[in-house]
């Protein structure tokens, strides 16, 4: 392997550390499932850089492609969009 080579891997590995800090460390939830699709999608080129072209196929279909989708619109469902705020319980006394 020449020098442009090991760049190119040492590149897609860093990338894919900074890219799954990112996620856990973050602090919003769509945030996180878009940094999920694009560690899907990077993963899916360090698949093909280890010549596993059918992984990168599966892991870009399903990983990205299904699963992104499939979480997309279940945190559009449970929050409309909005970030979800606490409404007060009317039936509930502060004991203070």
Do not use: C, Y
């Amino acid at each position: 392997m020449n020098f442009w080579q090991w760049s190119i891997d040492g590149l897609l590995a860093l990338t894919l550390l900074w890219l799954a800090w990112r996620m856990l460390a973050g602090q919003g939830l769509f945030r996180a499932l878009v940094l999920f699709v694009a560690f899907s999608f990077i993963m899916a080129l360090a698949w093909v850089r280890l010549a596993a072209v059918d992984i990168a196929l599966a892991e870009a279909a399903i990983g990205a492609g299904l699963s992104g989708t499939a979480l997309l619109v279940t945190w559009r469902r449970m929050s409309n969009g909005q970030p979800r705020q606490s409404k007060p319980n009317p039936d509930h006394h502060d004991p203070q």
